[in-house]
């Protein structure tokens, strides 16, 4: 049982970076039914903008939690900017095109992405500065790390931050009435692409998040960090119903506890078989994931 | 930011209405379906737009409200040339669009379909506020019903919400695409008993209609197009007494 528990806060954990990068998939698939295949690599960028931030100022006397709050909003900064570079470059000028053109496009993307960050940094693993101790505190026999848990919250806290914005404010009410019907939501004066435009950066920002975070908990990062975490984010917004912004949460939460499982009583060589087949489970059962019973209308 | 009072351009020699429509061609792909169509609405009139199922009703109020490209033609709304204004832009000129079908945002609540139709002025939240208010008091139907989702309303009451979130910017001509279709009759007076209340407060009307003869017992003027052209255009009662209307559109 108490194996259990552990498990149980080490998959909540990388369950919050899942959902993060989850969102951006669910949110821009909602408003422009595209399966944004370049999402995982904007998490990736996001990690080694982090990383490089972090680097240049180890050289200074910054005192850490500053040196990180500027790594982190930099790199949230920037790879927010670079969504909405991506999309204005990318896919705007194909929206009225057939779809399969814009997902042709955004694997073209995330193969650029992948590989300026390979010509940039090379193909080797980059350490990340070890800057989260192993302090934390015990209950029942649980080992839970303080940086477990301030992660953990802040994943929360971004949730929550965007569910507000999604639901409390004119942006994000427009955005959901664009999801609906973006003929409608230009008559009410919407302006449709930079609404989208926000999208993407929103996207992005929460993405690179969870990039820096994964870079921080993990203290390796690799150009090619960004294939398997976007399929299992990917994998958890189907999960919860793509384009539903809560069931991305949840999808990501699930799949990370999964995967903490999967690895901890049978083999981490299994997990993405245990996480996929759970995944074609739900999908057989319910095919349009597990809260999305009308997908598009649930953002 | 409220909608702005229009730069007053000189157009030609033409008396000014408030919404100038001249030769309007348009196409979906390679085939043209408006070839033509030229109308006029002026400050406080009701006008009619009718004609049978295909001829381009629709079709001329999305390229007025800048949702269709136009290959040719020229739109003034209130001196203001908003021929190739985007659709965004168009609404913040004073045109207020209710869509055929209604168009209203299903999974939001009503009071968020009021909102958005006040989306230009988010930043003034009280000014939305006191508009939000104020349909209430023309619609209290919608006042029940204000956080119920908007999809769970009926056809009439869906059709007043999307009539009420086109006035929320007060614009200077409501354009309505079939506001009666699928409604029962009581329900169909009443809406067109509200476009009369509408234009009493001042805002004129372009009204598409199928039920023709409705349209015209409360229209100043109107206009019958068919197969992408005007084929017919005059007072209201005019056209009612036609023997062409009464054949094609008023039953015999
Ligand atoms: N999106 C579209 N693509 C292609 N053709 C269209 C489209 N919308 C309407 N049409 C055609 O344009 C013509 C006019 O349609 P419409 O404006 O909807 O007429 P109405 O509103 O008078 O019934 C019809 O022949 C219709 O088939
Ligand atoms: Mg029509």
């Known amino acids: 049982m108490q194996a259990f528990f552990q498990f149980t806060v080490e998959g909540l954990t990388i369950g919050g970076f899942y959902a993060l990068v989850a969102l951006g998939y669910t949110m821009v698939y909602g408003i422009i039914r595209l399966i944004n295949f370049a999402h995982g690599d904007v998490f990736m960028v996001g990690a080694f ?6 680097v240049t100022l180890a050289g200074t006397h910054l005192p850490i939690v500053l040196a990180l709050f500027v790594a982190l909003a930099t790199s949230l900064f920037f790879s927010g900017a670079l969504g909405v570079v991506i999309d204005r470059v990318a896919y705007q000028p194909l929206l009225a095109a057939p779809r399969l053109s814009i997902l042709i496009t955004a694997l073209g993307v995330s193969l650029a992405l992948e590989n300026g960050v390979l010509l940039i940094y090379g193909p080797g693993f980059l350490t990340y500065p070890h800057l989260l101790g192993t302090a934390g505190f015990t209950i029942g026999g649980v080992q839970i790390s303080y940086a477990q848990t301030t992660m953990f919250v802040i994943s929360l806290a971004l949730m929550f931050a965007l569910y507000l914005f999604v639901h409390r404010t004119f942006i994000g009410t427009a955005m959901r009435a664009l999801a609906v019907d973006q003929d409608a939501a230009r008559l009410m004066g ?7 435009q926000i999208t993407f950066f929103v996207g992005s920002f929460l993405a690179a998040a969870a990039g820096m975070m994964e870079g921080l908990y993990y203290t390796q990062i690799n150009f090619y960090m960004g294939f398997l975490l976007g399929l299992r984010a ?15 949460m949840a999808g990501g939460l699930l799949i990370g506890l999964l995967e903490s499982y999967g690895a901890g009583y049978i083999s981490s060589r299994w997990t993405d078989v245990f996480v ?3 995944l074609i489970g739900v999908l057989v059962v319910k095919p349009t994931g597990l809260f999305g019973e009308r997908v598009v209308e649930r953002m | 930011m409220k909608p702005q009072a229009p730069k007053r351009q000189p157009y030609g020699t033409l008396e000014l209405g408030l919404l100038n429509v001249q030769d309007l061609h348009v196409a979906y792909g390679k085939v043209e379906v408006l070839h033509g169509v030229s109308l006029e609405v002026a400050e406080g009139e009701i006008v009619a737009l009718l004609g049978s199922n295909g001829a381009g009703k629709t079709t001329t109020l999305r390229t007025l409200s800048g949702l269709v490209r ?3 033609g020229r739109i003034v709304l209130g001196g203001e040339d908003i021929t190739r204004l985007p659709a965004h832009k168009v609404v913040a000129s004073g045109l207020g669009h209710v869509p055929e079908g209604r168009r209203i ?7 968020e379909n009021l909102r958005l139709g006040g989306y230009l002025l988010r930043h003034d939240l009280a000014e939305v506020e006191k508009r939000v208010h104020a349909s209430y008091a023309l619609f209290p139907r919608l006042a029940e019903r204000r956080h119920q989702l908007a999809g769970t309303l009926s056809g009439g009451e869906q059709q007043m919400l999307a009539i009420a979130r086109a006035l929320m910017l007060e614009p200077r001509l ?22 009369q209340q509408i234009r009493a407060k001042g805002t004129s009307v372009l009204l598409v209609e199928q039920n023709a003869r409705q349209a015209l017992r409360i229209a100043d003027r109107a206009y019958v197009l068919e197969s992408g052209r005007i084929a017919l255009s005059g007072p209201a009662s005019a056209l009612a007494a036609d023997p062409r209307v009464r054949a094609a559109y008023l039953g015999g």
């Open chain 1, 49 to 54: 903008i982090g990383w490089t931030v972090l």
């Open chain 1, 190 to 196: 919407i302006d449709v692409e930079r609404i989208i």
């Open chain 1, 234 to 248: 990917f994998t958890a917004a189907v999960l919860g119903g793509i384009g539903n912004i809560p069931g991305a």
């Open chain 1, 276 to 278: 996929f087949l759970v």
């Open chain 2, 70 to 72: 136009l290959r040719q």
């Open chain 2, 105 to 111: 945002f299903g999974p939001l609540s009503v009071e």
């Open chain 2, 174 to 195: 409501l354009v309505l695409d079939e506001p009666s279709m699928g409604l029962a009759p009581k329900l169909v007076f009443a809406i067109f008993a509200i476009i």
